[in-house]
């Protein structure tokens, strides 16, 4: 098992920066994967960004290339969402998201509880 809570949202102005953090806890040696996905009101859940367990391998959806970076530390047991040049678009409930287990075929899926980005003037 694998607990994850996202922090960081908030309301900002377009053009604006926020930073998204998400702790995990439990068994944490067990992730592989570490993503962050975004839902915005009518539309389907998206990916973001992912990270892979030693930060050496990221991944970025195309609406947030070039603005945002993830980024881990490994000792805080952290993952980090840097959102820069916010868009009114980018607003969305932001979830942090794992796959954990021995392997990419098994892993299990946990997601956090999400956290609310409103880019508004």
């Known amino acids: 098992q694998v607990h994850l809570v996202e922090s960081g949202g908030g309301l900002v102005q377009p053009g604006g920066s926020l930073r998204l953090s998400c702790a995990a806890s439990g068994n944490i040696d067990s992730i592989l994967v570490t993503g962050w996905f975004r839902e915005a009101p009518g539309k389907q859940r998206e990916m973001v960004a992912t990270?892979?367990?030693?930060?050496?391998?990221?991944n970025y959806g195309d609406s947030v290339k070039g603005r945002f970076t993830v980024s881990r530390d490994s000792d805080k047991n952290a993952v980090y969402l840097q959102m820069s040049s916010l868009k009114p678009e980018d607003t969305a409930v932001y979830y942090c998201?794992?796959?954990?287990?021995?392997?990419?075929?098994?892993?299990?899926?946990?997601w956090g509880q999400g956290t609310q980005v409103t880019v508004s003037s």
């Open positions: 998201n794992v796959l954990a287990g021995t392997n990419l075929e098994t892993a299990s899926v946990y």
């Open positions: 990270i892979s367990k030693t930060g050496g391998r990221t």
